[in-house]
């Protein structure tokens, strides 16, 4: 029996599936973009992907939980189009449901979301949380989970899960295949009406005990370098078998110096390399060039190249290809630890791809 942790190519963004040996699926983020779907798109189509292996009540294809870290869109891209935002009963068979959504709390209480796809979340989490409470809180397509803490939300501490405490519930069942620990936000954070979002990111410590040996994944968000050295000091023991880079490989996710000549943070630096002979860092960003841009910083790269064993644990979603097209970054856990897997069968085909051409943004 394995659990797979699948990290799609969808440029400057992020969206990472989890799917455990116990067949529960969770998704932590989205970026979708509709033309991928078109056939002369160069673009991976996701929504294929996961209609190919999610399971289904019936003909309902669904997600056992999605999470999101927060509200910038190439965080939340495509979950209006893609996934039913609505009561169960409403739900339509070409999108997908989401058993479970878990939020951070800043979207609740955040007046001032700056796209479509975060607004359309925000009030279906609301839909949900007005259901708090009554039996149809605990259906399928309705549970609610808060990430972080609000006063605003003081009434709703039973659904909630802060930094430093471990989920213990996913869509209603306690064993589900692994430990999700939250990392961030922390209360202060939360409520703090001068935090930026990315100050409110929710991150999390994803951990498959398997045999004797336990297999951990950071997911960050786009946390920045004295958000992740607070992490850092509060979470001294842990180490990590993958980490997805924070914020897309920025530079400024691991250092508060220039961009050009500034040094990698010493806190941040030793504790990347406490776990060098094992970890594989993951970049989901578009190609990293050695240019100005940042995120992708390929200053960073080359920081975090110098914190895993070979230059092959390091590995940036836009360089994944099979037959010359995009394909997702699959890495399998089982007792032997982590592998990274294959993916054949789900790539569409295109004669005219170059790496260079998508994930712009």
């Not at 394995?2 to 998704?27: H, Q």
């Not at 045999?211 to 180490?239: A, H, P, R």
């Not at 970049?283 to 190249?305: C, L, Q």
Request: proline letters at 3%; glycine letters at 4%.
């Amino acid at each position: 029996m394995a659990n797979y942790v699948t990290f799609f190519p969808v440029g400057n963004g992020d969206m990472t599936l989890f799917s455990t040996e116990d067949k529960v699926n969770f998704l932590i983020d989205c970026n979708i973009r509709k033309e991928s779907e078109d056939d002369e798109s160069e673009m991976y189509d996701c929504n294929k992907y996961l209609h190919d292996n999610l399971e289904a009540d019936g003909k309902q294809i669904y997600l056992d939980a999605f999470f999101l870290t927060h509200s910038d869109h190439d965080h939340c891209r495509g979950i209006e189009e893609y996934f039913n935002l609505c009561a169960p009963s409403d739900c339509e068979i070409d999108k997908i449901r989401i058993n479970e959504l878990c939020v951070p709390a800043r979207l609740l209480v955040d007046d001032n979301l700056t796209n479509d796809d975060a607004k359309a979340l925000k009030t279906e989490a609301k839909r949900r949380l007005d259901l708090y409470g009554k039996d149809d809180f605990n259906v399928n397509g309705n549970r609610l989970k808060i990430i972080g803490y609000s006063e605003d939300l003081a009434d709703y501490t039973d659904i909630m899960t802060v930094a430093g405490e471990t989920i213990s519930e996913l869509n209603g069942e306690s064993d589900f295949g692994c430990e999700i620990f939250v990392l961030r936000p922390v209360k202060k954070s939360t409520d703090d009406e001068d935090a930026g979002v990315n100050e409110c990111t929710a991150s999390f410590y994803i951990s498959f005990a398997m045999g004797d040996n336990t297999y951990s994944v950071m997911i960050m968000g786009d946390i920045e370098c004295e958000n992740w050295k607070e992490v850092i000091l509060l979470n001294e023991d842990k180490e990590y078998d993958v980490l997805l880079a924070p914020h897309h490989c920025s530079w400024h996710a691991i250092s508060t110096e220039d961009t050009s000549t500034g040094s990698i943070d010493a806190s941040i630096k030793e504790y990347l390399q406490k776990s060098k002979e094992k970890a594989y860092i993951i970049a989901s960003s578009k190609e990293i060039k050695r240019n100005s841009d940042n995120p992708p910083s390929y200053r960073a790269m080359n920081a975090y190249k110098n914190c895993v064993k070979s230059d092959n644990r390091f590995i940036c979603t836009a360089d994944e290809l099979y037959n010359d097209e995009p394909t997702p970054v699959k890495l399998k856990i089982t007792k032997q630890g982590v592998t990274k897997d294959s993916i054949k069968t789900d790539v569409k085909k295109h004669s005219t791809y170059t790496p260079k051409s998508y994930g712009e943004y």
